[in-house]
């Protein structure tokens, strides 16, 4: 079938992305879905720092690559093989596929899986190779999504159904924000029952761990060089807002500190504001060639303990579903992540206001996806 979506054509343009232009929207050819895959009409997509990190160069992937894994969709057709979904569910996107047979999908969430990662590398999907094309020639996947579309084909263990109930626009925030930031609160941090946790980083990621610790009952202190982030914070039920050095020098600490800026300078924060016994869990994705400074001693004088999680440590299939619970439940308030709204021919746009650090979660809509804008076509 033909769709329309945001093909990234390379990675490393300079900004402004509103002027390089490095994603291209425009028609492309979609397979039918295989024996264990789904079509799904994307309804809303988040556009996060992983995004971002493809377009910059930080995170190298082959292109023409169509972009975009935090979504959420109707289910339109099913592969012979599968069971357990139906047309007209609504579904998750998660980025990071789980075999279920691997070493690594053993560890509870603790590893990524070993063959959705290399397919996620390659640019293809769980089964192999590609859905995509354009002009005969094959476009590479993102994440196992490529939600930055009207449609994708993904394959089963990419999805996690949700109930109707639960509207597009926070559903799509579940897959990556809220598994990222809120599974390194109830899945890496092995946090007490009440105790105060510290979030360094308050983009989409780092506030989606603020309003999980709230609706688990812990006490929250908000790290952030942007005053605009503080105040966001503090209406999403912060306890305590502080910049880095403001923190630092009052003497802030805190049993569990997460960062999720994906920045050297925020590790190094949030290690100084762990408390002796404590530990940091960082869910941030910075450079390849990244590097922090932190003073070995106090790993072991002060026993503390640093955790790398990936995805939140999640196992979508298992915490999707907690997270949908917390927001039918009125607990979660996962809307305060949304600080925008673009169409799908304003992509470019939108990277620049990720970059400039002026937005959480960007949702595009879809409501214009008859309406090819022919210079972004050609771009």
Not at 181 to 204: C, F, H, M, Q, T
Request: with cysteine; net charge negative.
């Amino acid at each position: 079938m033909r769709i329309r979506g945001a093909v990234l054509e390379e990675s490393g343009r300079p900004g402004p992305f509103a002027e390089t232009r490095p994603l291209s929207v425009g028609a492309l050819d979609l397979a039918a879905p295989g024996p264990t895959e789904l079509l799904v009409r994307i309804e809303a997509a988040g556009i996060c720092h992983s995004d971002l990190s493809v377009v910059d160069g930080n995170r190298p992937r082959p292109t023409p690559m169509l972009l975009g894994h935090e979504a959420a969709g109707i289910v339109t057709a099913v592969g012979r093989e599968v069971r357990d979904v139906a047309e007209g569910d609504r579904v998750v996107l998660t980025f990071l596929p789980r075999c279920g047979e691997c070493a690594a999908c053993a560890t509870d969430g603790r590893l990524p899986c070993e063959r959705g990662s290399a397919a996620n590398a390659a640019g293809e999907l769980l089964g192999g190779g590609t859905r995509l094309s354009r002009g005969g020639e094959p476009v590479a996947h993102h994440l196992g999504a490529s939600a930055f579309a009207d449609h994708a084909v993904v394959d089963r263990r990419s999805v996690v159904p949700v109930a109707a109930a639960v509207p597009a626009e926070v559903a799509a925030l579940l897959g990556c924000a809220v598994l990222t930031g809120g599974g390194a609160v109830l899945n890496a941090s092995g946090v007490r029952d009440g105790d105060p946790i510290a979030v360094v980083g308050l983009g989409g990621v780092g506030t989606a761990a603020l309003l999980v610790a709230k609706a688990t009952g812990h006490p929250v202190i908000a790290v952030d060089a942007l005053p605009a982030k503080l105040d966001h914070a503090r209406a999403c039920g912060a306890d305590e807002t502080w910049t880095p050095d403001e923190a630092q020098e009052a003497g802030v600490r805190a049993p569990v500190v997460i960062e999720a800026a994906g920045h050297p300078a925020a590790f190094e924060t949030a290690f100084a504001l762990t408390a002796p016994g404590g530990t940091t869990v960082t869910v941030g994705l910075p450079r390849a060639d990244a590097r922090s400074g932190i003073p070995p001693l106090t790993l072991t004088a002060e026993a503390r303990t640093v955790v790398g999680s990936y995805l939140g440590s999640s196992v979508p299939e298992r915490d999707v579903p907690t997270y949908a619970d917390l927001w039918l439940d009125g607990r979660l308030p996962v809307e305060r992540l949304v600080s925008g709204r673009v169409p799908l021919a304003g992509i470019n746009g939108a990277m620049d206001a990720l970059a400039a650090g002026t937005a959480l979660r960007q949702l595009i809509t879809f409501d214009d996806v008859d309406e090819v804008d022919e210079e972004e076509e050609q771009a």
